[in-house]
């Protein structure tokens, strides 16, 4: 088994920079790409941004492109997104995926594990 940990949310106000960790742990050869999602009440979930295994290749969202970095460090474990300048409409539930496969997708369809999410709350 495997399993996904998303930390770094919480309350913060329109302009800050924000750092979402996510750790896997368990059976860590099921995750190789992993990518964030985001979703809000009521709303479908929405790809944030996405990292290939060896975190040679990397996408973001158009919409949030400028803004949102993600990165990771396969010797700890971890992904990050890393998201400059918070708008009060980035206020979502985030969320960590990742599947065995080697690149990232789009597809929420495509990743085979989740975390529980953290939320992200930005005031104006």
């Known amino acids: 088994q495997v399993t996904l940990f998303e930390s770094g949310g919480g309350l913060m106000q329109a302009g800050d920079s924000l750092r979402l960790s996510c750790v896997v742990s368990?059976?860590?050869?099921?995750?190789?790409?992993m990518a964030w999602f985001r979703q809000s009440e009521g709303k479908e979930r929405e790809f944030v941004s996405g990292?290939?295994?060896?975190?040679?290749?990397?996408d973001v969202a158009e919409s949030v492109k400028g803004r949102f970095f993600v990165s990771r460090n396969n010797a700890k474990n971890e992904a990050y997104l890393e998201v400059d300048i918070l708008r009060p409409e980035d206020t979502d539930d985030y969320y960590c995926?990742?599947?065995?496969?080697?690149?990232?997708?789009?597809?929420?369809?495509?990743?085979?594990?989740w975390g529980q999410g953290t939320q992200v709350t930005v005031s104006s």
């Open positions: 368990g059976r860590t050869e099921y995750v190789a790409a």
């Open positions: 995926a990742g599947h065995a496969r080697e690149y990232q997708t789009r597809s929420e369809e495509d990743y085979t594990t």
């Open positions: 990292i290939s295994y060896n975190g040679g290749y990397t």
